[in-house]
């Protein structure tokens, strides 16, 4: 560590008091000099990127996140009504929520949102929401999966606090999504259960025409929000997509925009060494020498950015994690990231990080100010936020003698503005490393596969149904049945086991158990 570095391998924004250490990254000139002539692509990808290029050429689709929080650049005026027009109904939609002129069909007001969505329709909003939502006007749950038991624990807190003054949103940009489907289809049967009108408690934020949407249209939603196809579900957040959950939240939305376009103005500028952005991607690309061999371990030392690793999470391994590079070479690209906070995972895996395989880089996240009111002397001379900022610098020092890189983000305090910069910071490093290795960003091929595979066993397990008896069957027997795999059909028949529609008697092996009604 050297005082020298610290003010070489420095990137401060000082309008919003941002800085990004990167010193602890052993980075040379010469790194810098070698991709030179992928970062001046990747600075050029980028620019066409925002002037609407094909820059999703499997999907032919442009990419349009940065155009939400500056319509301005946007490459048509139509495009420009498609983000400023969405952002007044929604806002308008809030207002009149909390205001109790939109209001539940049975009486009183809205005092709750349930979101159903997965993804990036959902990943989004439970970061702002724990960053942001302490004092929401509107607290905000979640139904992100198609766990029945998960669903049940939120529909009854749901139910004990009551649905009738529950808002729903569902969000899928695909509108075709099964697990929000099903959520929202267990949701619709508690609202139809308890007597209440499911369409008139709700809202859907997808794709014109889509499924989602039709089924709004029949069943006579609240209201509808637009999401387009030039925005992706991990870079959603500062779409309708996050925003309607934001402002119902009271979140200042404007400030999240704005945020982002500050961190976006200073990050477009095609000069490396003031551009934190391009300084991450370069970071990234010489830690894992271009090939993501080392783990990105996310630690944000503020408990509200909790959900910070897990955001990341989906925008960098969904959007990096890829088979081809855009030439159709066999790349496997990718960079694994995980976290939960500091300084509580020093109490878990911090171990392994300092004293076992080093196969990762560290991302701190310091949030400068511990909280805005007086602290107490929690021992004579320290406060609390003098132990959070001695554990994150003695981690990161701890790490770095025993040769674990890591780079050093600071900010504030955690507002809605400095949350924006944050997103808009790592939004624009995916792009400029995904140009550097020469990969497409966003799509997400790889997702449909599980996909399909789900779909042939939802088939058969349908087939399995047909040929259930009170005769006992074993798996082989049932597999030849149903023309099926027998390991295949066992899995069915055990699923039906365990779920009471047949019953399983085991042998010494799982080809010896039977299954009879
Ligand atoms: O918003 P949708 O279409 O329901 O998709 C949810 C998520 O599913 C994916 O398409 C694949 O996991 C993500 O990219 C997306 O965020």
Redesign the pocket.
């Known amino acids: 560590m050297s005082w020298k570095t610290y003010n070489q391998r420095i990137v401060r924004y000082p309008e919003f008091g941002f800085s990004i250490d990167l010193s602890l990254m052993d980075l040379s000139d010469s790194d810098y000099d070698m991709l030179s002539p992928k970062i001046d692509k990747a600075f050029a990808d980028m620019a066409a990127l925002e002037s609407g290029a094909i820059a999703n050429p499997d999907e032919q689709r442009m990419v349009g996140h940065y155009w939400l929080r500056n319509p301005s650049i946007a490459p048509t005026p139509e495009i420009q009504r498609e983000i400023t027009e969405p952002l007044e109904s929604l806002k308008a939609f809030a207002e009149q929520v909390h205001t109790g002129v939109v209001v539940p069909p049975g009486g009183g007001t809205f005092e709750r949102v349930l979101l159903i ?5 959902a990943l989004g909003p439970q970061l702002v929401s724990e960053a942001l939502g302490q004092n929401a006007k509107l607290p905000l749950f979640f139904l992100d999966n198609t766990d029945p038991a998960g669903i049940d624990h939120t529909l009854g807190k749901l139910a004990s606090l009551g649905l009738a003054t529950t808002l729903v949103l569902v ?7 099964p697990e ?1 489907r099903n959520g929202m289809m267990e949701t619709k049967a508690a609202y139809d259960a308890a007597g209440l009108d499911f369409g008139k408690h709700t809202v859907a934020i997808t794709g014109t025409g889509s499924k989602l949407d039709q089924f709004a249209d029949a069943h006579g939603f609240i209201a509808r929000f637009p999401m387009e196809d030039w925005v ?3 870079t959603s957040v500062l779409s309708t997509v996050g925003l309607v959950p934001a402002a119902l939240q009271g979140i200042q939305i404007d400030e999240l925009l704005s945020g982002a376009a500050a961190m976006d103005a200073e990050t477009r500028r095609a000069d490396v060494s003031t551009n934190a952005s391009m300084q991450l991607a370069i970071a990234w690309y010489c830690v894992g020498n271009g090939k993501g061999e080392k783990d990105m371990v996310v630690l944000p030392y503020k408990d509200s950015l909790v959900l910070f690793s897990k955001y990341l999470q ?1 925008l960098v391994m ?1 959007s990096l994690g890829k088979e081809k590079d855009l030439d159709g070479n066999t790349v496997h690209q990718g960079i694994a990231v995980y976290g939960n906070k500091g300084s509580t995972d020093q109490h878990a895996y911090i171990q392994q990080l300092r004293d076992g395989l080093n196969n990762f880089f560290a991302t701190f996240i310091e949030v400068r100010q511990g909280r805005s009111g007086p602290s107490i002397e929690v021992e004579p001379g320290n406060t609390s936020a003098d132990f959070l900022q001695g554990f994150l610098r003695g981690t990161r020092k701890a790490l770095y003698e025993s040769g674990r890189k890591s780079i050093t983000i600071s900010i504030p305090e955690v507002t809605p503005f400095q949350l924006g910069s944050l997103i808009a910071l790592f939004e624009r490093a995916v792009s400029f490393y995904a140009s550097l290795v020469h990969i497409n960003a966003y799509h ?1 091929p790889g ?1 449909e596969a599980g996909k399909k595979a789900a779909g042939v066993f939802l088939n058969l397990l349908n087939q399995v149904r047909g040929h259930l008896t009170a005769d006992a069957k074993t798996a082989a027997e049932m597999a030849y049945e149903t023309d099926s795999d027998p390991e295949d059909a066992y899995h069915c028949l055990v699923h039906l086991a365990n779920n009471g529609e047949v019953q399983m008697a085991l042998g010494d092996k799982p080809e010896d158990d039977t299954f009879q009604l």
């Open positions: 969505g997965i993804g990036g329709s969000i899928s940009k695909s509108g075709g999504t929000t992706g579900g991990r989906q969904e997400q997702v």
